[in-house]
């Protein structure tokens, strides 16, 4: 059974810090390309950061220079560092697993940003 288990969501104040991670299990992790998405009310789910197999990075431009996706295959765990928070953060963070067609979803943590 395949599992994509984010933790680390929560509320922080704009101008704050939080560090989102995602634990796989049922998959070999490191041949994954994984990815955090997320979603704010009444939008679309929206591409954050990715980082593929052999650690190429890529992040979208509302968050360059404020987060870092990161992983480590010894824990089967990616994680995001958002520093610098903005009230227009605030959305559910989704985890994503690809190798080649198949795809993987986590079930989302929540980030608000606000004072």
């Known amino acids: 059974q395949v599992q994509l288990v984010e933790s680390g969501g929560g509320l922080v104040q704009p101008g704050g810090s939080l560090r989102l991670s995602c634990t796989a299990s049922?998959?070999?992790?490191?041949?994954?390309?994984m990815a955090w998405y997320r979603q704010a009310p009444g939008k679309e789910r929206e591409l954050v950061a990715s980082?593929?197999?052999?650690?190429?990075?890529n992040s979208a431009d509302s968050v360059k220079g404020r987060f870092t996706i990161s992983r480590d295959n010894a824990k089967n765990t990616v994680s995001l560092q958002m520093n610098s928070l903005k009230p227009e953060d605030t959305a559910v963070y989704y985890c994503?697993?690809?190798?080649?067609?198949?795809?993987?979803w986590g079930q989302g943590t929540q980030v608000t940003v606000s004072s």
């Open positions: 994503k697993g690809t190798y080649y067609r198949t795809t993987y």
């Open positions: 049922g998959i070999i992790f490191r041949e994954y390309n």
């Open positions: 980082i593929t197999s052999w650690r190429s990075t």
